[in-house]
């Protein structure tokens, strides 16, 4: 679809929702197969089921799903068959958690609980008040640790702040069952120590865990700056199998990032990698840069509030593009500019796993936006979650973003808070999100001087959908009648419309806003009875 406002606004309706193709069927089998087969906070309750089970359970839940639908279109077609796709993706999703929760089925002769496994093999003290710890209290905490045979393999001393005779405490035990240990969670285990005896502690945890065989780290909250990060060198150093690194409100400067770049030997199984609120900059975040290039397997990328500029930016995009299997990118809260912004449009469309891309406050204007808008709309079939909210969008950019927006049919979280739409670019928005999206739930479209016509026609486009939860459209400029008109609109769901008490009814754009207000309503309103948006076959 062309970009130009003209062209969107023009070209013809041609949606048919029912029957999805064979093709959107198997996407979908495709698509549950993985969401069953990725570790997840519900695979460590319940169990991860082999790449065999989960096709074969993902078959069968597309196949229930698609005849309780298919059903329902015989005896109560409407057409386009849009609740028919909305009862599709409510029983797939209602069938693929109760397979999730189900776990792997039994091996024969294998018995036990689930839960009572799970609560043998992590050990976590970071429960109740957050407090520093000293040797007396170590030695009774961790007493279960010096059981003989325990299972413990996920170690989480989050929360509790180690003084040097607690590490002294700890360093024995650790080391008497650091073969078995696979996940180790340091976050925030050393507040409030003076930075000489906070280096100390974590020399000592470092020493004494070098050679675990983790999959999982996390070292976040620990304001470690390149000492600390070289303070961990003898573990970081060790590790040739991580799938998780959290390096995240760690201080990372340009130093500290190189030197987590030096430190690490491998990141070919790194899957996920978080380094939000640090003080990364452009030439940390080409230290970093040099980090994701590297992992081919990356699925979760958080760079946010990482105050890294355009050549940053650029860097990052480049080395983004080696990770073709990325299902999550968050990198909010930047200073990437349009320049980053189209840079990162051509990684973009390499993310066919794509699912949630969280890219707010990155002064990417309608150039940037446009361009990535364009990039999605080719990639990420399955995308679930799209916030570019703060980034000076205005109309010209909205039509690129509602042909975007149109094709994601899977999409529940749409934040676009904080940009220049105007009535037009809400209207655009609007009927982008008005046929299909039957799994929608939250839209945020607050703070960007909409008026009347704009905020109806984002009510009418959600009001009805099953499930919807939030609109937001707080902050414009609607008219005490636009406010009234979209309370009646959601008077039977008041619950579903956030709060109005930010919005302005004399906001003005220029001079002649107030005079021009009513014509400006009737132009806007015919604009929206005859706006088409075509859904590509």
Same mark, same amino acid.
């Given at each position: ?34 969401n069953l087969t990725t570790p997840s906070i519900f695979s ?5 089921? =082999? ?40 029983? =797939? ?160 400067? /340009? ?19 978080h380094f939000h609120n640090n003080m990364t900059g452009d ?11 590297? =992992? ?52 973009? =469309? ?69 940009? /220049? ?117």
């Amino acid at each position: 679809m062309e970009s130009g406002t003209q062209t969107f606004q023009h070209r013809p309706l041609s949606v048919k929702l029912w029957p999805p193709s064979h093709s959107t069927r198997l996407m979908l089998v495709e698509r549950m197969t993985k969401n069953l087969t990725t570790p997840s906070i519900f695979s460590r309750k319940y169990g991860l089921l =082999s790449n065999e089970e989960a096709e074969e359970d993902a078959k069968k839940i597309e196949e229930l799903a698609f005849a309780t639908a298919d059903q329902h279109y015989k005896k109560e077609p409407d057409g386009d068959g849009s609740s028919a796709v909305q009862i599709y993706a409510k029983e =797939s999703s209602r069938l693929m958690l109760e397979v999730i929760k189900r776990g792997p089925t039994a091996k024969d002769g294998e018995v036990g609980d689930k839960t009572t496994a799970l609560q043998e093999t992590v050990f976590d003290i970071s429960g109740g008040r957050r407090a520093f710890i000293d040797a007396e209290e170590a030695e009774e905490l961790l007493k279960p640790l010096r059981e003989p045979g325990n299972s413990y393999t996920k170690i989480c001393f989050s929360n509790r702040s180690f003084g040097l005779d607690a590490a002294n405490v700890a360093a024995p035990i650790l080391s008497s069952i650091k073969d078995q240990l696979t996940e180790v969670d340091l976050s925030d285990f050393i507040a409030g120590r003076p930075e000489a005896e906070a280096l100390d502690v974590m020399n000592i945890f470092s020493s004494v865990l070098e050679g675990c065989q983790l999959r999982y780290l996390n070292l976040s909250n620990n304001a470690l700056g390149e000492k600390g990060v070289r303070a961990f060198e003898a573990l970081l150093k060790s590790q040739n199998n991580l799938e998780e690194l959290y390096l995240m409100n760690d201080g990372i400067s /340009e130093e500290a990032a190189k030197a987590v770049s030096e430190l690490i030997p491998s990141t070919e199984k790194l899957k996920v990698l978080h380094f939000h609120n640090n003080m990364t900059g452009d030439e940390g975040a080409v230290a970093i840069s040099e980090i994701v290039k590297r =992992s081919h397997a990356l699925e979760d990328f958080r760079c946010s509030s990482t105050r890294v500029g355009a050549d940053g930016g650029v860097a990052l995009a480049e080395a983004l593009t080696t990770c073709t299997h990325l299902k999550k990118l968050d990198l909010r809260d930047n200073m990437f500019g349009v320049e980053a912004g189209v840079s990162l449009s051509r990684a973009l =469309s390499l993310f066919a796993d794509l699912t949630e891309v969280y890219l707010s406050y990155l002064n990417l204007e309608d150039e940037g936006a446009e361009a990535l808008a364009n990039a999605l709309k080719e990639s990420a079939p399955s995308l679930e979650v799209l916030e570019m909210a703060g980034n000076d969008i205005t109309a010209k950019g909205a039509a690129s973003l509602a042909a975007c927006i149109v094709s994601k049919q899977f999409l529940t979280k749409l934040n676009l808070a904080e940009n /220049e739409f105007k009535d037009e670019g809400a209207i655009f928005i609007a009927q982008a999100l008005g046929e299909g999206h039957g799994q929608l739930n939250e839209v945020d479209m607050s703070t960007n001087a909409i008026r009347r016509a704009g905020a109806r026609a984002l009510a009418q486009a959600v009001v009805n959908k099953p499930g919807f939860k939030l609109l937001n459209i707080n902050g414009n400029f609607i008219s005490d009648e636009g406010i009234d008109e979209v309370k009646e609109l959601f008077k039977s769901s008041p619950d579903m419309l956030g709060p109005l008490d930010e919005n302005d009814p004399e906001g003005e754009d220029d001079e002649d806003a107030e005079d021009g207000d009513a014509e400006h309503e009737d132009e806007l309103e015919s604009k929206l009875k005859g706006l088409k948006i075509e859904q590509e076959e």
